[in-house]
């Protein structure tokens, strides 16, 4: 039974590419999000992390929830992951059977809340969803995916940004990404409203990081579409595209980057 699409399994290969980088550019995610996921789970015991990569959530999962498993396709990806004594980390394969399931995530009807931070896009939904229902607990447990945006620096260098994006790496970009510029907005997400809401989002939030024109750069380096484009041998950042970073830059050393965050919540059940 296949967890991730054809298109997912290529992707995983070049994350193992830059996973440091990864690791070390990706944003973490604001405290507000995981305060309002956790209002929606009536106990706190154990969250699956799917697609953890190399941990940014399964870390602020594990100081609300007792236990977190944090899966992920790509074992190099995990190796870059915090190690915290209440999250275990498993490396899956894609193709995941129902019995795999069970020995290493966990048995039926067992997880309060599986999470997906930035990786939902690259999933077969149908498979993905038939498993997350098998695993939630009925009828409380909630399902929670996110994806972030372009980061918003200042208005010189958002517009390089914002033209680099659309221009020079857009070709490079697998079709899924797709679903992250529409914000999760056209994402298939068959489920229910949780307690207090009236519709399954997106939420928005906004998660801070700062940075300095290196970290910037690294970022862009992290982007599968950039990986995507070196081993056809192109290089996105060329000289030309760098003058146009550090000028609209300036002389700041370090910038507050803004995040937007989308979320969808859900339950697969009517309490």
């Not at 994402?187 to 207090?196: A, Y």
């Not at 989002?201 to 599968?224: A, H, N, R």
Request: with cysteine; net charge negative; charged share 20%.
């Amino acid at each position: 039974m296949k967890l991730y699409s054809q298109d997912q399994r290529e992707m995983a290969q070049l994350f193992v590419k830059q996973a440091k980088q990864y690791a070390a550019a990706r944003p973490t995610y604001p405290p507000q999000l995981f305060q309002f996921i956790a209002s929606k789970t009536p106990s706190h015991n154990l969250v699956w992390d799917v697609g953890t990569g190399s941990g940014q959530a399964a870390k602020s999962l594990a100081a609300i929830y007792e236990n977190v498993i944090a899966t992920d396709a790509s074992e190099k990806q995990l190796e870059f992951a915090a190690k915290i004594p209440n999250v275990r980390y498993q490396h899956t394969p894609s193709i995941m059977s129902m019995t795999e399931l069970e020995q290493m995530v966990s048995p039926q009807g067992t997880i309060d809340l599986v999470t997906i931070a930035q990786s939902l896009h690259w999933f077969d939904l149908p498979t993905f969803y038939q498993q997350v229902k098998w695993v939630l607990k009925k009828p409380h447990g909630v399902i929670a995916a996110w994806c972030y945006y372009l980061p918003r620096v200042s208005d010189a260098v958002d517009t390089v940004l914002d033209q680099f994006y659309s221009t020079e790496v857009s070709p490079y970009w697998d079709p899924a990404r797709k679903l992250v510029d529409n914000i999760y907005r056209t994402i298939d997400f068959p489920f229910k409203p949780v307690e207090g809401t009236d519709h399954t989002g997106p939420f928005e939030f906004v998660t801070e990081t700062v940075m300095d024109l290196d970290d910037f750069l690294t970022y862009i380096k992290s982007w599968s579409a950039y990986q995507t484009a070196k081993e056809k041998g192109v290089e996105l950042l060329g000289e030309d595209v760098l003058q146009k970073f550090k000028l609209a830059w300036g002389e700041d050393g370090q910038k507050v980057a803004k995040f937007p965050i989308y979320l969808r919540i859900g339950r697969a059940w009517d309490a």
